[in-house]
């Protein structure tokens, strides 16, 4: 296993480190291996946001060193897949259309997008097949549900292969079911691909089902005050989170996140 | 088919129309002060031929004048959008000379360049432009961050964020201020003609009225509401068509 993330004493505050404002992340370290899932919980506004901008080097940091496949973060990584709250699907393109997006733009792919786009659309097709859009490809969309369309926006974020991909709580606008039916996605895709994920939620659940190590960070200035490997047996299904080993965990991470909230 | 929708702006206007025409008649209000509508489309009928001349006049000078507020207000909208340099730099400069009453505009037009086509044509696309600007500005400046963030974590050039992200995302904006600089557009050269024109409705109604030929004046302002409407309606076609998207699947045929 080889580090494939390192943060090193990472501090960052909006408006540069000579203002006045709390940092938004304080001393924050870790390190990720390659391959590996990682989930990061905190209370709301503590800096998770801040530190997947820190790692994909939209945001730089002002002290400590960043590291992705060891080099040092100092501009905006370019094969880096990302999902949000909200899908950001483009509205006049179909799904398809957004999905092959990264490729028509990617640095690495642009040059030879036009050569490529049959395979490219095949490729397409057939990641949405996999998470179940077999059939909307070409509607627009806002004739997807909303789960569908985060569906989608996880399709985007993967069409190109990136070697890191940024969940920034990425079912947190979805209903319970779609939102468990969508681990089980998840977890499908990053077993067959194995990429590196860093996920942001603020479901346990979520975290202790998808994330081989969960860390917990503190309320602002966002410091990581405790991790936790999860060392259950895959696939995980929804069954298994009901089983006792799962449950403990979660009470677990619950106790931490109690503490760090009383802090 | 026939909804209640779509009969709605023909009884409005009809109704309008008939109330106007009962006031006239109930209070024998005199032609020269208001005429009523029937008075006014007699006016229209028998002066057809010079009204159809300066309507068409009016018409191809508020046209040119709209094309040019289109090109420029498109082009400065996408810069001042697309930076916010250029953006805090030129806005105060735009509402400054948004605030300015066009009619003042006109003397200094026609010192420059005479009498006539030129004075209206710039008149129109001074008064138009700003919509336009300030819409397409709009829509570039509030990209969602995280698409910006999409973008920008794939290596995307900044032209390509414009054009694949920023361009398309403002386009609804554009055809809605299209709507709004169309009307403005026939003001401003209906201003223009009045000020300082040599023809024109402007030039018409001015002539009319200061012999007192009040009907023939709301023929003209008839004719102009007319042209307004018409091209209104055409841009609002326009939009659906290229930017039905913007309106969520609603009845977009
Ligand atoms: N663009 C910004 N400018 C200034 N402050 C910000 C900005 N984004 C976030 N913050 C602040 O930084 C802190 C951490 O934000 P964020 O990383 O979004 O937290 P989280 O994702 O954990 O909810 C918050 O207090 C927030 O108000
Ligand atoms: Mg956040």
Same mark, same amino acid.
């Given at each position: 296993m080889t580090a494939f993330v390192e943060l090193d004493q990472v501090t960052m505050t909006y408006g540069g480190a000579g203002s006045d404002t709390t940092p938004a992340v304080a001393d924050a370290s870790l390190t990720i291996n390659r391959g590996e899932f990682v989930a990061m919980v905190g209370p709301s506004g503590c800096g998770k946001?801040?530190?997947?901008?820190?790692?994909?080097?939209?945001?730089?940091?002002?002290?400590?060193?960043?590291?992705?496949?060891?080099?040092?973060?100092?501009?905006?990584?370019?094969?880096?897949g990302m999902a949000f709250q909200n899908a950001t699907l483009l509205p006049w393109r179909t799904t398809l259309e957004n999905v092959l997006l990264p490729l028509e733009v990617s640095r690495t792919h642009r040059a030879t997008f036009r050569r490529k786009k049959a395979e490219h659309i095949e490729a397409a097709r057939s990641l949405l097949k996999t998470v179940g859009l077999e059939g909307y490809e070409d509607h627009a969309p806002y004739e997807l549900s909303g789960g569908m369309q985060q569906r989608a926006s996880l399709c985007r974020a993967l069409i190109h292969a990136p070697d890191l991909l940024l969940l920034d709580?990425?079912?947190?606008?979805l209903d319970a079911f779609t939102r468990e039916e969508l681990w089980g996605v998840l977890q499908d895709l990053w077993m067959q691909r194995k990429f590196t994920v860093i996920l942001v939620t603020h479901d346990l659940r979520e975290a202790v089902y998808l994330a081989d190590r969960v860390y917990v960070v503190s309320?602002?200035?966002?410091?990581?005050?405790?991790?936790?490997?999860?060392?259950?047996?895959?696939?995980?299904?929804?069954?298994?989170t009901f089983d006792q080993g799962f449950v403990d965990l979660v009470h677990k991470l619950r106790d931490h996140i109690g503490e760090v909230r009383a802090s | 088919m026939i909804t209640p929708i779509k009969l709605a702006p023909w009884l409005a206007t009809f109704g309008l129309f008939a109330v106007w025409e009962l006031v006239c008649r109930l209070f024998s209000v005199p032609e020269f002060i208001l005429p009523a509508p029937s008075a006014a489309i007699a006016a229209l009928i028998e002066y057809w031929p010079a009204i159809w001349q300066n309507a068409f006049y009016t018409f191809w000078v508020t046209m040119v004048g709209f094309a040019l507020a289109v090109?420029?207000?498109?082009?400065?909208?996408?810069?001042?959008?697309?930076? &916010?340099?250029?953006?805090?730099? +030129?806005?105060?400069?735009?509402?400054?000379?948004?605030?300015?009453?066009?009619?003042?505009?006109?003397?200094?037009?026609?010192?420059?360049?005479? +009498?006539?086509? +030129?004075? &209206? +044509?710039?008149?129109?696309?001074?008064?138009?432009?700003?919509?336009?600007?300030?819409?397409?500005?709009?829509?570039? &400046?509030?990209?969602e961050p995280e698409i910006r963030d999409v973008m920008r974590s794939l290596g995307a050039r900044k032209i390509d964020i414009l054009l694949k992200v920023g361009v398309p995302r403002s386009m609804p904006y554009f055809f809605a201020s299209l709507k709004v600089a169309i009307?403005?557009?026939?003001?401003?050269?209906?201003?223009?003609e009045t000020v300082a024109g040599n023809g024109g409705m402007g030039h018409l109604m001015l002539t009319a009225s200061s012999s007192f030929r009040v009907p023939l004046v709301? &023929?003209?302002?008839?004719?102009i509401a007319a042209m307004g409407v018409g091209m209104?309606?055409?841009?609002?076609?326009?939009?659906?068509?290229?930017?039905?998207?913007?309106?969520?699947g609603g009845d977009t045929g």
């Open positions: 946001s801040s530190l997947l901008k820190i790692v994909s080097g939209l945001m730089p940091a002002d002290e400590g060193i960043t590291r992705v496949a060891g080099e040092a973060v100092i501009r905006p990584l370019t094969m880096v709580e990425p079912f947190a606008a309320k602002r200035p966002g410091r990581i005050v405790y991790e936790r490997p999860v060392p259950l047996a895959r696939p995980r299904t929804l069954e298994s | 090109v420029f207000g498109l082009a400065l909208g996408l810069v001042t959008g697309a930076s &916010a340099l250029v953006y805090s730099a +030129i806005y105060p400069l735009l509402v400054g000379f948004n605030s300015i009453p066009k009619v003042a505009i006109v003397p200094v037009l026609v010192v420059w360049f005479g +009498i006539g086509t +030129i004075p &209206a +044509i710039l008149t129109a696309f001074t008064i138009s432009f700003f919509p336009i600007v300030v819409n397409v500005a709009t829509g570039l &400046a509030t990209l009307t403005l557009a026939f003001v401003g050269t209906v201003i223009s709301f &023929a003209g302002l008839l004719v209104y309606a055409i841009f609002a076609l326009v939009e659906r068509r290229f930017v039905g998207w913007a309106f969520r």
